[in-house]
């Protein structure tokens, strides 16, 4: 780039004026950014806001020399405070703190952590907080927004899934370092769910993959791709539906007593005051100057909890983002203790609690599925088309009558309802499209017909199946839902049967498998099929102990959720409520 100091020599006299102005003038050089987050300036780390920026304890804050934050409308509220005194930091940093109050540990810690794990920047994955309407989500997600600005409220938030895919990926590439939070995940009356959950998909799965959609000039060629660059905080009564996208979200379930509405007031309260914004921007100061160091410890703690933890999780990006949070949670507790809001020994109960909170948390995953699961779809559209009349099948020796003591579970009516039920089964009449045959314990499906009447009825319901054809047949024989499969016969998973007056190839489906659901094929605290939680005494942590950890001792109060007294001791060694999450006879023998 050339600069305002460029000019060209001339030679005609109506343009000398221009060229002397410029000559004799001294334009000042100013550097704009357009951006939040972290900015190497000067060789120092800088977090970029509208009011400036942070640098470290020794190092400037507001306006910066030469430099300029220029930010879209939304985000001209991120604006925080300098760093303040250590005695009004100490007592700003215990009011933060105080937001572990405000719901029950799994829910409140990870919450927590969400500002402050944002500021480390590409998380791999986005947060989820679902619960019906009343439930103060909105307002819980709030308060933690308002960690970088007083003028954000429950009325004014940052984002919202209104908004279209486009603008909520311009926003997350912006709003770099920082947690973005994208209120009310909610299908409007005549909304398409199909264009909500496609919006979600598209901008969840791009926080989870760390990449942007690329995209062509005018003249083709390729423009710089805009990643997404901050963390999604979502709210919403419902969940986004996709194949594997709920595994890249840390989901947390509000019940209606979940939140402390008296705590939840006070901090309120804090953040119009910028008490958060005071206690955030003081961890900003105290992260700058090691943030490379810590970025780097990342990594290392990432890989070390990961192959403590990576056993209890659903889903292998759970376990990455468990990690994540474990190694964030020594940062921030230790932030707690250098500023002075907490002393040694609260540390070392505190280290005790969360991990604790958070492997509940994880523990809490396994009741969302982790991936679609297509043949429970599957399963679950075929009972429906049956039961609903959109298809029938015949009994196995006659097409032109239902199976024998089965007729009004296989798509057949009655020729005259109000009459006693007849002798014979010639009085029923078939509905929907023939889809197959049946006996008194299998069903013989034609693949083909009976997977496009299913895929009809999901697109009524807006969630068509994802995979067809072998691929879907694949899905049900690894769900173990195929009776008997054609490996004799050319490797094939169908088999030959008499449907229809004609010998031809079929699935072969129990009765009993119209039922699965997929429930149980993730055992409890998600372990994968086949591999038992590796044993240890206690859940050590990454960064060096300034003081040795107590050993976990058990609650001494009841469960914040359902008041309950009774724990069990996980493997890791932490504490865990047996009426919340009851162990399961793997857990116990861990434990013996």
Known sequence: Q???????????????ICHMV???????????????????????WHFLHAGGAISGPDGPHGPLSGTRVKLPDGLTRVCLSNAPTQELLAAAVKEALTFLHVAPPPISWPLL????????????????????????????????????????SVQRPLANWSSTANANEELQFIAKDMMTVMDDFVLAAGGDRQRLDANADRVLRNQANRSGRSRLRPDGTTRPPRPPRSLVLSTGESLPRGHSLL?????????????????????????????????????????????????SQQLGARTHYRALVGDLTPHGRTSEALADLLFVREVVIR?????????DQQAVTMIEESANALIAMAVSQSGHPAEEDI??????LLSSALASGAAHVSCIRDSSIPPKNLEGASGWRHNSPEASPPATLTHWKQLGKHIGSADETSLYLIPEVAESVCQALARDRTLPLTLSGIALQ???????????????????????????????RVLHISWSSLSYSGVGHLGHLGQ??????????????????????????????????????????????????SRCYPATQGTQEAQR
């Not at 001294?26 to 357009?34: A, H, N, Q, R, S």
């Not at 979940?258 to 008490?275: A, N, R, T």
């Not at 086949?530 to 009841?558: C, F, I, M, W």
């Open 113 to 152: 952590l969400a500002p402050y794990l944002a500021a480390f920047g590409d998380p791999g994955f986005s947060y989820f907080l679902v619960g019906s309407t009343g439930t103060h989500k909105s307002s819980t997600a709030a308060v933690l927004q308002q960690f970088y600005g007083t003028e954000f």
């Open 335 to 343: 932030y707690a203790q250098d500023s002075g809001a907490i002393t």
């Open 22 to 44: 410029q000559k004799l003038s001294d334009p000042t050089k100013t550097m704009v950014y357009g951006h939040t987050g972290w900015r190497r300036i000067n060789g120092r």
């Open 2 to 16: 050339l600069g305002a100091t460029a000019r060209v020599e001339v030679g005609v006299t109506p343009n000398r």
């Open 474 to 504: 694949k899905r049900l024989h690894e769900a173990g839902l195929l009776a008997t499969t054609g490996h004799n016969d050319g490797n094939r998973l169908t088999v030959r049967k008499q449907v229809g007056g004609t010998r031809q």
């Open 528 to 577: 994968k099929r086949g591999r038992e939680p590796s044993v240890h005494a206690s859940l050590p942590t990454y960064l060096p102990n300034r003081q040795a950890s107590a050993d976990p001792e058990r609650p001494s109060k009841p469960c914040f959720t359902c008041k309950s007294s009774e724990f069990y001791q996980h493997p890791l060694g932490s504490w865990i409520c």
């Open 247 to 295: 595994a890249r979200n840390v989901v947390l379930e509000l019940k209606r007593n979940s939140i402390d509405l008296e705590q939840l007031s006070k901090l309120q309260k804090h953040g119009d005051d910028g008490v958060l914004a005071q206690a955030f921007a003081g961890f900003l100061s105290w992260l700058a100057p090691q943030l490379d160091e810590l970025k």
């Open 375 to 380: 043949a429970a779809n599957f399963m679950g």
